[in-house]
């Protein structure tokens, strides 16, 4: 059977889903069997890293909001000395890494130092946590268009598009969306919202710590602070948020350990 890797160092960048690692593509799963390095980020669940061999090197990125383990310019240079040594590299990003990953940054460098690479894409937080809520992002009853936006608000000022944001038969995905919630649900509203649209937060999508929060625009800030939740977690606004009552499958019980 061909060899997967090149025998000059490369850099695979692999989307790792929002979780259970039975998400993961099956070029995922073997090119992190095979890997020399893996550099990951804060997302990557423990299942996911079950997959990497004893052998190979692993390194943590780290990213978690205020608390950069390594400054994004030392990551990308570290990828650039690992596959110059010739290494097989899999740097493993929650999701997908080409939505609010930071994957295109990562490429741009290695591109400009000669250094190959290939991408692999993973489902993305709001594709996996919105199935795994039983939220459909669309549906023809409620909503015909899709919005993805960071909610990692600037300083805690608001620099969103707030319009665009507002429109009706649109679900909006928020990422990152937890800590600029209240802000985010004033501005709406302020912006023409009706304060009754259905909102879903989710904590720990497709993970056996899986928590759903539903409310409206104008409830939903109370609600989250008295659920106590913490990162990750994403927000779905809009009608299809109505569907979570009747379409929830998902129990943490349900959560499948990788072996
Ligand atoms: C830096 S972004 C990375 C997104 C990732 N590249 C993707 O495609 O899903 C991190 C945000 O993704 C969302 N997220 C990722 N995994 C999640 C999960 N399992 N449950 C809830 N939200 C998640 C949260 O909004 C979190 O703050």
Known sequence: MKPPFPRTGCVYLVGAGPGDA??????????????????????????????????????????????????????????????????????????????FGRGGEELQTLAAHGVAFEVVPGVTAASGVSSYAGIPLTHRDYAQSCLFVTGHLKDGTADLDWPSLVRLHQTVVIYMGLGGLPEICHQMMAHGADPALPIAVVQDGSLSTQRVVTGTLATMPERVKQAGLKSPCLTIIGEVVKLHDSLAWFTPAMAVTAT
Not at 64 to 91: D, M, P, S, W, Y
Not at 93 to 98: Q, S, V
């Open 22 to 99: 039975e998400l993961m593509t099956l070029r995922a799963v073997r090119l992190l069997r095979q890997a020399d390095v893996v550099v990951y980020d804060n997302l990557v669940s423990k299942d996911v890293l079950d997959f990497v061999p004893p052998e190979a090197e692993r390194i943590y990125a780290g990213k978690r909001r205020n608390e950069h383990t390594l400054r994004q310019e030392q990551i990308n240079a570290l990828l650039v000395k690992l596959a110059q040594e010739g290494k097989q590299v899999v740097r493993l990003k929650g999701g997908d890494p080409f939505i």
